[in-house]
């Protein structure tokens, strides 16, 4: 019988939505969880912004130029949109559906413009956490140290940030990025928590009826 035994109760999976200011350290904390969470895949956005050296095309991004984002965008084929320090960002719906209609986890490292959007459509679905860098000086030197934008770039990045931060309370859960190991096991036991929600583990009734059969 299906749903019998603990191990075979069928979840919705959860949208957990990383965001944070540039340089706060999201990106990081994105790929340990990835890597120590087999049910979790990354949603990978469409980005009219330039390749990084460091960057691989379809795993960190895909780069698209401006006219096919905006067929994308015109064919609703992305769940939300934004334009982030001048470039247009994306996610592409139909690899979330798919997802999360497997059960499986989905990971968003998207901006509060975005979190707002998929917070719209699909409220029940979404973990929304914030990622604060502990001071200004750290924010700056993270930016710096990653070297692989203009100095330009970085003071545009910068200058934005403010806005970025002004957003923390549209958020389900804050965490100040002091260091890597602690925030990336603060992310964990959210995701764990969450997982376990009532509405999310939709077999459970079927479980339980199970147990009392046996009575
Ligand atoms: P970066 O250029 O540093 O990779 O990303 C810049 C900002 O855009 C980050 O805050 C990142 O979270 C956000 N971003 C990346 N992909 C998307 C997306 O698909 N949608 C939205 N709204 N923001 C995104």
Same mark, same amino acid.
């Given at each position: ?5 603990a191990? @075979?109760i =069928?979840?919705?999976? $959860?949208?957990? *939505? ?6 706060a350290?999201?990106?990081s ?7 120590k969470?087999?049910e979790?895949?990354?949603s ?9 050296p460091?960057e ?5 991004y ?12 015109d064919r609703?084929?992305l769940?939300?949109?934004a #334009?982030v ?8 719906r139909?690899? $979330? #559906?798919e ?9 968003? =490292?998207?901006?509060?413009?975005? @979190?707002?959007q998929l917070?719209e ?5 979404? *973990?929304?956490?914030? $990622? ?5 000086d !750290?924010l700056k030197?993270r930016? !710096?140290?990653?070297?692989e ?12 940030s403010?806005? !970025? ?8 859960? *804050?965490?100040i ?9 603060r ?5 764990d928590a !969450? ?5 999310? *583990? ?5 479980? $339980? ?6 009575l």
């Amino acid at each position: 019988m299906r749903n019998s035994s603990a191990s @075979t109760i =069928d979840r919705r999976g $959860v949208m957990l *939505v990383l965001s944070s200011p540039s340089g706060a350290g999201k990106s990081s904390i994105a790929r340990e969880i990835l890597s120590k969470n087999s049910e979790i895949e990354l949603s990978v956005s469409v980005t009219t912004r330039a390749q990084r050296p460091s960057e691989i095309e379809g795993t960190h991004y895909h780069f698209i130029d401006q006219k096919r984002f905006s067929a994308m965008r015109d064919r609703n084929e992305l769940l939300e949109w934004a #334009e982030v320090h001048g470039n247009f960002y994306g996610t592409p719906r139909d690899p $979330v #559906e798919e997802a999360l209609s497997a059960g499986r986890d989905v990971l968003f =490292d998207i901006d509060w413009q975005g @979190t707002r959007q998929l917070h719209e459509r699909m409220p029940e679905d979404l *973990v929304r956490i914030f $990622v604060l860098p502990p001071s200004i000086d !750290e924010l700056k030197s993270r930016l !710096e140290r990653r070297a692989e934008d203009s100095a330009d770039v970085i003071a545009k990045r910068l200058a934005n940030s403010a806005l !970025e931060m002004e957003q923390w309370s549209e958020y389900d859960y *804050v965490i100040i990025n002091e260091k890597l190991e602690l925030s990336v096991a603060r992310v964990q036991s959210i995701l764990d928590a !969450e997982r376990m929600r009532r509405d999310r *583990v939709v077999g459970i009734n079927m479980f $339980v009826e199970g147990l009392i059969n046996q009575l």
